[in-house]
């Protein structure tokens, strides 16, 4: 029998109705940091990061190159902006849907797995727009052509070309989902960024044509990536973050159980790397801004582990761009950035019983985003 995860625990794998302890809570958290190498083990380049959590949610682009750089041993804003420059990882529409940085190894066997998903999602929104599948096959045609003729182009710029094409692309919606049907068919993905402006290209240009997985080897290790990365996790965690079926998400774990282990509380499965074997403990107690969209709350459905439901509305007044500090792996207050080319602001809020000691790492945390952005950085409280 592989050793718990927990290991203060001896926790039956039959089922059983109460609400997981304090440290139940903390051990998931634990092993989540561990797991998504926040607390240990970071890695050297953007790519190893992004291929070793498989995707990382990514419309947030400087909240999502700050998701790599924090999982990295030295990672700042700039090395991660020259690997997506040099298309090391690239930007895409692959699950939810919405951006997410992939890898160019993993981006055509991902998309064949889960554009079929994307799209019976964003099907009704469609019908609104007037897109149909006819429409689809000639804007791609269309946005091929002009990125084979003029290399890297901006969205705006790709909207000239479908408007000469007698292509309607005028509305905000219209012109987003055309292009994300693009990135679903595997015809385009992204460029560089030029100023502030974001490229498309053509993705058989960015990326060498490789041998692609069956189906069952996608989601095997789609399946496989996603519990060894994020776990301890749930089927329902996997199918959230996948956007796969219940079904496919099951049939996945049928394919790659012998490699996972799992556990049952409070009548919940979860399932995590069987090569885990030792408790996963920070080493140091160690405060984190996480971004707005980070995989340490947004991979999973099931955020209570980590997430106090009661006190992240009090404390952030249900702003929406407020991000998470967590310390303890519990989310503790609520954070700000305001960017200039002279410095950073970082407001925070935090409980009023919020401890001198715990802030101190908080503030620790702060200047970390700071040295991330090589810039000096300015913290205030809300």
Not at 125 to 150: F, Q
Not at 292 to 309: F, M, N, Q, T, V
Not at 329 to 345: A, F
Request: hydrophobic share 45%.
């Amino acid at each position: 029998m592989a050793a718990h995860l927990f290991p203060i625990l001896h926790v039956s794998t039959v089922a059983f109705s109460r609400k997981p302890s304090t440290n139940e809570r903390k051990m998931i958290a634990y092993a989540r940091l561990h797991g998504q190498r926040l607390s240990s083990g970071r890695l050297r380049k953007p790519e190893e990061v992004v291929s070793w959590l498989g995707a990382v949610q990514a419309q947030d682009y400087v909240g999502a190159k700050w998701a790599l750089a924090m999982r990295m041993e030295r990672g700042t804003d700039a090395a991660v902006e020259r690997a997506f420059a040099a298309g090391t990882i690239l930007r895409t529409h692959v699950m939810r849907p919405t951006w997410h940085f992939v890898t160019p190894a993993d981006i055509r066997w991902m998309l064949g797995l889960t554009a079929p998903r994307v799209r019976a999602a964003v099907a009704y929104y469609e019908g609104r727009l007037e897109i149909d599948p006819r429409l689809i096959r000639r804007s791609n045609k269309v946005i091929a052509a002009a990125l084979a003729d003029s290399g890297y182009l901006t969205r705006q710029e790709l909207r000239v070309r479908l408007r000469k094409a007698g292509i309607a692309a005028d509305g905000v919606q219209r012109l987003a989902h055309l292009m994300m049907h693009a990135e679903l068919a595997g015809v385009v993905c992204s460029g560089p960024v030029r100023g502030k402006q974001f490229t498309y290209a053509l993705l058989e240009q960015r990326v060498p044509q490789s041998p692609t997985l069956s189906r069952d080897a996608a989601l095997a290790e789609l399946t496989r990536r996603y519990f060894t990365s994020h776990g301890p996790a749930q089927v329902q965690d996997f199918v959230w973050w996948s956007g796969l079926t219940t079904a496919e998400a099951r049939a996945g774990l049928e394919m790659v159980g012998r490699d996972l282990d799992h556990e049952v509380m409070d009548s919940k499965m979860y399932w995590f790397s069987r090569s885990r074997r030792r408790p996963v403990r920070p080493a140091a107690r160690t405060a984190y801004l996480l971004p707005p969209y980070d995989e340490y709350l947004i991979g999973y459905k099931d955020r209570s582990a980590a997430l106090d439901l009661s006190l992240w509305k009090s404390v952030v007044d249900r702003d929406p761009f407020t991000a998470p500090i967590v310390l303890d792996g519990q989310v503790v207050g609520g954070w700000k950035r305001t960017i200039t080319r002279q410095n950073v602001t970082v407001v925070v809020k935090l409980p009023a019983s919020f401890a001198r000691t715990d802030s101190r790492l908080v503030t620790r945390a702060a200047h970390a985003f700071g040295a991330f952005l090589d810039l000096p950085v300015m913290i205030a409280r809300m």
